[in-house]
């Protein structure tokens, strides 16, 4: 089974190969394997909606099976910010660097035990027919004060797992395969992708 996964993000597609590895008969492509393949506007107001719709239309246009995720952090004390947005959180052409300080100065004075948060997935399994699966998974933890970890991407260096005592980007990609919240969404998605032919 082939199986198109709708983003050019190599950090993502790095993350879903590792975890989907082991599924027998499974072939991952990307959209860059598909020349100019047309852009998806994300416009939806959850990530149920943003993953809908990119993969729905990253099917039609292969003709094969495709898998799209949408996520995001939400922190608590920000309320829910920056959700949907977090990819272009503060406007177009910040870093992720900067979109984590914007993130930081955001918080400055918010207390410890009120800087939780949480990394949400979700993630949509659009066949050429038109039927669409879901899964998702979540990861808890609190924003730090600072970056921390050259790691990982988007806002790991500022997301600390409390039991861990280190933030996302201070795992290995291994550690982070077996905890995030892209992981628990690609299990329940690999367990999909096994009942329907992969």
């Given at each position: 089974?082939?199986?198109?996964?709708?983003?050019?993000?190599?950090?993502?597609?790095?993350?879903?190969?590792?975890?989907?590895?082991?599924?027998?008969?499974?072939?991952?492509?990307?959209?860059?394997?598909?020349?100019?393949?047309?852009?998806?506007?994300?416009?939806?107001?959850?990530?149920?909606?943003?993953?809908?719709?990119?993969?729905?239309?990253?099917?039609?246009?292969?003709?094969?099976?495709?898998?799209?995720?949408?996520?995001?952090?939400?922190?608590?004390?920000?309320?829910?910010?920056?959700?949907?947005?977090?990819?272009?959180?503060?406007?177009?052409?910040?870093?992720?660097?900067?979109?984590?300080?914007?993130?930081?100065?955001?918080?400055?004075?918010?207390?410890?035990?009120?800087?939780?948060?949480?990394?949400?997935?979700?993630?949509?399994?659009?066949?050429?027919?038109?039927?669409?699966?879901?899964?998702?998974?979540?990861?808890?933890?609190?924003?730090?004060?600072?970056?921390?970890?050259?790691?990982?991407?988007?806002?790991?260096?500022?997301?600390?797992?409390?039991?861990?005592?280190?933030?996302?980007?201070?795992?290995?990609?291994?550690?982070?395969?077996?905890?995030?919240?892209?992981?628990?969404?690609?299990a329940k998605a690999s367990e999909i992708l096994a009942t329907i032919g992969a």
């Amino acid at each position: 089974m082939k199986l198109v996964i709708a983003t050019k993000n190599k950090n993502k597609i790095s993350e879903i190969r590792d975890i989907m590895r082991t599924i027998s008969g499974l072939e991952i492509l990307s959209i860059a394997d598909f020349g100019d393949i047309p852009d998806v506007v994300e416009d939806g107001t959850t990530f149920r909606e943003n993953a809908q719709k990119k993969a729905a239309a990253t099917a039609k246009y292969t003709g094969l099976a495709a898998l799209s995720d949408d996520s995001g952090l939400m922190i608590d004390a920000l309320h829910g910010e920056p959700g949907v947005f977090s990819a272009r959180y503060g406007g177009t052409g910040l870093t992720d660097a900067d979109r984590n300080l914007l993130v930081l100065k955001k918080m400055e004075n918010i207390p410890n035990d009120k800087r939780t948060a949480r990394f949400i997935c979700v993630i949509a399994i659009a066949m050429p027919n038109g039927t669409i699966h879901y899964a998702e998974g979540n990861c808890e933890g609190l924003i730090i004060h600072e970056q921390r970890g050259t790691e990982g991407f988007g806002y790991d260096p500022i997301f600390l797992l409390p039991y861990k005592n280190k933030t996302m980007a201070e795992l290995t990609l291994a550690e982070k395969n077996t905890i995030s919240h892209r992981a628990r969404a690609l299990a329940k998605a690999s367990e999909i992708l096994a009942t329907i032919g992969a």
